[in-house]
């Protein structure tokens, strides 16, 4: 089947690569030229773990390519994805423009019936929009249909999330429509969801937004423990063995970063606030989360008196471990407070560093976790990447100025550094 994906971002590059691995024919469309030449060069505009050898392996068999000509991509596809970004704007709500552009194109450039699929994160209601918006510019009155199909794909583990996903939402205006779509995924064979358009949009929020407050969960009974001396990563394990409550999403820390549960949970608030609907649980959700950096430098202020001329070593600049996505880092939050404090900070991440530098250009990077510490007064742990577990702490306190760690991400047991003569601060413990 030949399939056309327009964005060549975590989630369209991924599933454009995934749908070519698997027999498709796959046009990769972009804006942007310099990606589409690092991409026709075998250079990876995104770090990601494994998309690298998938994308050779599949341009090489001549089954994927890339192009900035967004007609010859749609041209002869069954499907097309429309797989942009969607930006919140400055209320919260979000900003369906490059939603909007792609549809438009998409419309001038139908010949034979096509189906739609919004693969961005969309609001309830832009099924609906894309529809009117194609049937408006549409040159002939080629039949076509609009299907939403959220991805659930996570940054840094994204080819395997897209390879083995947990289920597939199709939300489509009826059946047969669906049954196409289908047929793209049935070699995946995971469980899969018909519903309507609606549904599937508002399932990704729901998703998204519950995760966003098992983390906030966390983080306040953190807060508790603190005051009360109970251990939280024991209080989310002995939680977490309980089935209807998971394990996973309750690692109490400095909070969720990353292009998609800030800008999700502002959206879903947002909309709830357009139905003139609650927004009571999202709002507490939101404002947890923004004060969990605020919170640890408050603590960082107490121990360390004066900050003025004081180095401080981070470990970890990336959203999470495994990518160089900068986008709603807790790092920038750290680093523009402690530099305006009149700290010097020295940083390192594996990954992420030259996406950093175009933030926060003023700053010192080194290449490793030890270069991070030498004559730094504390170090301060903000992505929990696992080079970070197994550092050397013998070498750490000779190097450090003073043998402080302030760990936002839990990354060792209580004993560990203390066992080594460190002051240890975590988080909850
Ligand atoms: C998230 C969802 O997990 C994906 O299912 C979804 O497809 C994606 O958003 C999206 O909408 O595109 P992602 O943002 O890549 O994926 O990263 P996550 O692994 O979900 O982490 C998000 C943030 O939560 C990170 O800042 C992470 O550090 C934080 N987090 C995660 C915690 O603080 N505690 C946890 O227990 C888990």
Redesign the pocket.
């Known amino acids: 089947m030949k399939v056309c994906v327009i964005g060549t971002g975590?989630?369209g590059l991924v599933t454009g690569t995934t749908f070519a691995d698997l027999g498709n024919e796959v046009v990769c469309v972009d804006k942007i030229p310099e990606k589409i030449q690092m991409l026709n060069s075998g250079k990876m505009p995104i770090y990601e773990p494994g998309l690298e050898e998938m994308v050779k392996r599949n341009t090489e068999e001549g089954r994927l390519t890339f192009t900035e000509d967004l007609h010859q991509g749609v041209t002869g596809a069954k499907v097309v994805f429309i797989a942009v970004g969607t930006p919140p704007d400055e209320t919260g709500a979000t900003d369906l423009s490059f939603v909007e552009a792609a549809a438009k194109e998409i419309a001038a450039a139908l010949e034979d019936y096509t189906i739609i699929v919004n693969k961005s994160?969309v609001p309830v209601g832009t099924g609906e929009f894309v529809r009117h918006v194609i049937e408006a510019n549409r040159r002939r009155n080629v039949p076509f249909d609009v299907v939403s199909n959220p991805?659930?794909?996570?940054?840094?583990t994204a080819v395997k999330d897209s390879q083995n996903p947990e289920r597939i939402v199709i939300g489509a205006p009826n059946q047969s429509v669906a049954m196409a779509l289908l047929e793209l995924y049935a070699p995946l064979e995971a469980p899969m969801l018909i519903t309507d358009i609606a549904s599937a949009e508002m399932i990704?929020y729901a998703?998204?937004s519950f995760?966003a407050t098992?983390?906030s969960f966390?983080n306040t009974i953190a807060n508790i423990c603190e005051k009360v001396g109970a251990d939280v990563t024991q209080v989310a394990k002995g939680m977490g063995y309980d089935s209807r409550i998971g394990r996973?999403?309750?690692?109490a820390?400095?909070?969720?970063?990353?292009?998609?549960?800030p800008k999700?949970t502002l959206s879903l608030r947002h909309k709830a606030m357009e139905c003139g609907e609650c927004t009571d649980l999202f709002d507490a959700v939101i404002k947890t989360n923004e004060t969990r950096v605020s919170r640890f430098l408050g603590r960082i202020e107490d121990r360390m008196v004066e900050l003025k001329d004081k180095q401080i070593g981070i470990l970890g600049l990336a959203?999470?471990p495994n990518t160089d996505d900068m986008r709603e880092a807790k790092s920038v939050e750290f680093i523009k407070y402690l530099v305006g404090k009149g700290a010097k900070i020295k940083a390192y991440d594996p990954v992420a560093t030259e996406n950093c530098k175009k933030i926060l250009p003023d700053i010192q990077y080194v290449r490793n976790a030890y270069e991070t510490a030498d004559g730094s007064d504390m170090l301060l742990i903000v992505t929990e990447w696992n080079e970070f577990k197994l550092l050397d702490f013998e070498k750490l306190r000779t190097l450090l100025k003073s043998p402080i760690i302030f760990d936002g991400r839990n990354i060792w047991t209580m004993d560990k550094p203390k066992r080594f003569g460190f002051e240890y601060y975590s988080i909850g413990r």
């Open positions: 975590y989630v994160t991805e659930f794909l996570k940054e840094g990704k998703s998204n995760l098992k983390i966390i996973d999403f309750l690692m820390g400095l909070g969720y970063g990353g292009s998609c549960f999700d959203f999470k």
